[in-house]
């Protein structure tokens, strides 16, 4: 039965070898090698340090094409005119559903054509060498992004090729993004993933770990988001990592997003064991964007604000072309200096908002229940409380496709536009959190002359897109 | 609880490899507010999967959702697969049914020729469906809220 | 000995024939035929209505070219791509140096070439026909707007010609705009242009007159700004106007610019008569601009929130082209868009700051120290107290390039950006209030490690061009 | 004070129609913190009062600003006016000289050919401009620092 436990040496070894046969790269990873590349590297380049030595929200853009050339002048031009803290290496499609033989063709047609055959790049087909030629000419650190469920090829390959930080985990990257893979095999993956950091990290390579705090990206509770970090980080740390960022994705409403970040550091803290460092990072609004560049880049701008209030220690942008999917990089670059411009100007007033202590309470609170519930369901062990609290519904995640989740837990806005809970489905809370959701609600059915419903639920996730942030119902009652 | 008699089955889905689920589960909400008996058999459906559901719950429709753009691939054949299983159903297909939606005729002729009695775009609100199979099943708009009210 | 009283019917007569000489389009003002005009005009082009009835800040764009047609089109898609709820008319720079002969010849040479000959819309010499065509063709209230000195004949006329609202002031269209009009002389122009715009109010037709907050537009400290906006509104209401917009440009630092909104509305209820319905205006900002329209959303962005939180009757809203001058129509509608999105997401949301009251205090006591010094210069009479007032300096605008104003006070922003007053001069102020702008700059002073000196005036009027908002010394200390 | 036959006398003002103040406010407080004397003629300054200041107050120095990309059409015939009052200073201009700025060695070219010794852009610092005068009217860092501290 997979618990909470540190993967053994000769476990880690085992599976190491056994999974760098599963492609032709994987034959070119040698672990002392690769350490020795790491140290070689100069202190900018290092992730970790970077990360938690910045005095201000660091900002990252996504970003990924299949050549390493197109990808490297990419990156350039994001550090150079997005002036961009940090840079990412979005992985492709297939990479993330491991057939690698399909990545190769798509990679093979790119070199001949020109075209960008595939969503991001296959980091595994360029292998150790093609990797470390990108981090050699890249003069920032650069993290890899992906939401590969069976991410550890691509772990050892990148790890050994000179990136210092990987995102994603068994539950975040599950739930959002794939119907059949089972939490427990995604658990068993990601314990090898984070045991292979851990092992470079006690050679004095601490590689960064982040787990994908968005989740479904759509209208999300902040204290389920923050829960699955907070399980994610224990996971983590159990085997070995010392540098983990945990995530959360903006809801919109100043005040939420706020007292939500400042929950996730607090009980990041908190929850994860003291050796850990733990930072934050917040993804500008992942939800449905605005079809007009002009109104995008006001939800971009709102975003900017929240983080100059909240400060946490990265930000991850979105482009003004977000509604049609991957931006030019010229618009990449844009996300990234709006929200450069916004922090920049607002991040040395003191702007303290009513209220923000109040709903951070309450986020904790609510944090605090499924922590619980988790713990209890496992009669301790993090692996096994997860896995049933998931089955039992009483862990969910709205609009989860995933099989390993019910999905039956609805997310609506309140009169104020944060973010609660309308159907709670089996999902564990005290029944004095329910009342006050309840309540929230109800002060917005009161506003509308309606009765909650699923409508709302309807009308709030496409309230941003629509140049809204709570979905009101149009003309009469 | 209408009685099984007077319900109506309604089995829905995305089908393919898509993993869309919002748009689904809002769809699932608004059929069961509006008395159906909804079979939600969420994403990454496959077209036997849609048969077996189909046959199993003895549903009056089936509904494909489908938002990456590959809906047309995804598709070809569907209708075979249902005819073969025995479902009389009638198939409503909706979403971002084509990479670039430039010309919504044409994408709506191409699924009426894969068989779909109806084909919706990604504009359309849970209502036009619920409106649309009340038609098609031929049910009153006073008889669904009878059930309501009834249940 | 000119005072603050108002204008005489027969004197009102006798200036007005004589102005409408100056052009020959002036012969067709006929005051009764106006009325009739006016009243034939729908609910939704009575400027006043549409701005006092408002339950949300309504946007306004800057826009004026030289033909009717492309007048008439610019302000159609303004209003159509922008969803502009309020249109403007800004008027070219010959008619606001009364050189109708030049505008003329610009507006022949449009006429035939096609080209933008002049900076904005001649509506002397397009007369009361041309305004009226415009006014029918678009389906929304428009106010002039422009920065004429001697706006006597451009009011005759464009009231006439339909517009329900005109913008400037004896002081706000004198000391930003111009050298050598002495404030004696505007201050007796503006007494006809508010008596006129008074003549049509007894009729029903109620004008609304809006003077120009901004001034500058450079680091303007907020207590100067409402004192120059209270006494331009005291002398409107004295002739007979009750439909009064006070302006105040944004400066950057939410805090101070919200409480700067709230003083401007409580104090213009304050100062003025109970039967004047005061409103007010924010500008973006109207200091230097990014050059790189990413940043200028930023910008943009920020006016937006800050208008979402102190909730302004009206946002005058600037375009991401801003840097290069006059924007394209799509820039131009996607700087509306951009504000009206920020706004959109946050309006509806709880966001109260600390310390807004606390600074809305001291604005408020500023600002009844220029009032009180004014009301003692003039023995009671603001026209005459304005005059000695400006003459001694002990009232002063920053930046000012009228022979005037002193122009001798310097402003520079405190360690939280909020604009404070470096330099002086002869402004007349309480010492306790000298103190705490002292303090505040001295902190900012120690932060870092520099003296208080003009460097960081120069660095500030620079700062949100380079991205930032505080003039920070770049590198070393 | 610094004494009279030590201090430097520097006339600026904005040349023409052009009304932007604060380039020259910034420039008044950073030449007067350097010791020199500051006569400040303010905007719309005509070419007939730069003449006339700088006899009166015997000036060493002529700096002129513009904004308004109209620079050069107003400095025709300037050095011309200077020299007919009997003017000697050394002149400098700076600002946004051309409405295209795309290249600087040109536009520099056409205001050195007007007469001006020096020719700055609008992104020159003041300090930029106080170095320019030091080694132009042959005045020591130190000896300017001596008369700082003095005074």
Chains 1, 3 share one sequence.
């Not at chain 1, 040496?9 to 020795?36: K, P, Q, Y």
């Not at chain 1, 916004?342 to 923000?356: L, N």
């Not at chain 1, 519904?393 to 009169?415: E, I, Y």
């Not at chain 2, 994403?43 to 753009?69: F, H, N």
Request: proline share 4%.
């Amino acid at each position: 039965m997979i618990r909470d436990e540190r993967i053994p040496s000769d476990e880690l070894r085992r599976i190491d070898e056994e999974i760098r046969s599963n492609w032709e790269t994987g034959a070119d990873v040698d672990f002392e090698e690769a350490i020795e590349y790491h140290e070689s590297l100069p202190e900018h380049k290092r992730f970790a340090d970077v990360l938690e030595s910045a005095d201000k929200p660091l900002l990252q853009p996504r970003a990924g094409v299949p050549r390493l050339d197109d990808q490297i002048e990419l990156l350039e031009y994001l550090h150079r005119e997005g002036k961009a803290d940090l840079l990412p290496t979005t992985i492709d499609s297939y990479t993330r559903d491991n057939e690698y033989e399909k990545a190769q063709q798509g990679l093979e047609k790119a070199r001949e054509t020109g075209d960008d055959t595939l969503n991001g790049f296959p980091a595994v087909n360029h292998g150790v060498e093609g990797c470390r030629k990108l981090i050699d000419a890249i003069d920032a650190p650069i993290e890899v992004r992906h939401g590969t469920p069976d991410a550890r090829l691509l772990a050892a390959i990148t790890f050994a090729g000179g990136f210092q930080s990987f995102e994603g985990g068994p539950i975040s990257y599950n739930i959002p993004y794939t119907k059949r893979h089972g939490l427990e095999e995604t658990i068993e993956r990601w314990q090898f993933v984070d045991r292979l950091a851990g092992a470079y990290t006690e050679r004095g390579i601490r590689i960064n770990r982040e787990p994908f705090g968005p989740l479904t990206g759509t209208l999300v509770p902040p204290s389920i988001a923050i829960a699955v970090m907070l399980v994610e980080g224990k996971l983590a740390a159990t085997q070995g990592v010392r540098s983990i960022t945990l995530g959360y994705g903006q809801v919109g409403n100043v005040v939420q997003d706020v007292a939500a970040l400042n929950a996730l550091k607090k009980l990041g803290n908190e929850y994860l064991p003291d050796e850990v460092v733990v930072t934050t990072v917040f993804h500008e609004w992942m939800g449905g964007f605005p079809p007009d560049e002009a109104r995008a880049n006001g939800v971009i701008s709102l975003g900017g604000m929240t983080a100059a209030i909240a400060r946490p220690d990265k930000v991850i942008t979105k482009s003004p072309q977000e509604f049609q999917g991957v931006p030019t990089k010229e618009a990449n670059a844009s996300g990234l200096r709006t929200t450069r411009q916004v922090i920049d100007m607002a991040i040395e007033q003191k702007i303290d908002i009513d209220g923000i202590e109040e709903e951070q309470d309450l986020i904790e609170r609510e944090t605090r229940c499924l922590m619980d519930t988790i713990f209890e369901h496992g009669d301790g062990d993090v692996v096994q409380g997860t896995l049933k609290a998931f089955e039992s519904g009483a862990l969910d995640v709205p609009f989860a496709p995933s099989d390993s989740a019910k999905g039956a837990v609805l997310p609506a806005r309140d009169d104020d536009g944060r973010v609660r809970i309308f159907e709670w489905a089996d999902l564990e809370m005290d029944d004095e959190i329910k009342e006050i959701h309840k309540a929230r609600l109800s002060q917005r059915a009161d506003t509308e002359g309606r009765e909650q419903s699923f409508r709302m639920v309807a009308d709030d996730v496409d309230a941003i897109s629509d140049g809204k942030l709570i979905g009101r119902p149009q003309g009469g009652a | 609880m209408v009685p099984d008699t007077m319900s109506q089955t309604v089995v829905l889905g995305v089908i393919g490899s898509d993993a869309h689920v919002v748009g689904i589960t809002i769809l699932e909400q608004a059929l069961s507010a509006a008395g159906f008996d909804v079979v939600n058999l969420g994403v990454q459906t496959s077209q036997e999967e849609y048969a077996e559901a189909a046959v199993e719950y003895d549903a009056q429709a089936v509904l494909v959702s489908s938002l990456y753009g590959h809906a047309e691939q995804d598709c070809q054949g569907f209708h075979e697969v249902l005819e073969d299983a025995g479902v009389e159903a009638v198939t409503y297909i909706g979403g971002n049914l084509a990479v670039g939606q430039d010309d919504w005729a044409e994408t709506r002729r191409t699924f009426e020729e894969l068989g779909f009695d109806r084909v919706f775009d990604s504009e359309t609100d849970p209502e036009d469906a619920i409106a649309a199979l009340r038609a098609d099943l031929d049910i009153t708009s006073t008889e669904s809220e009878r059930a309501t009210i009834s249940s």
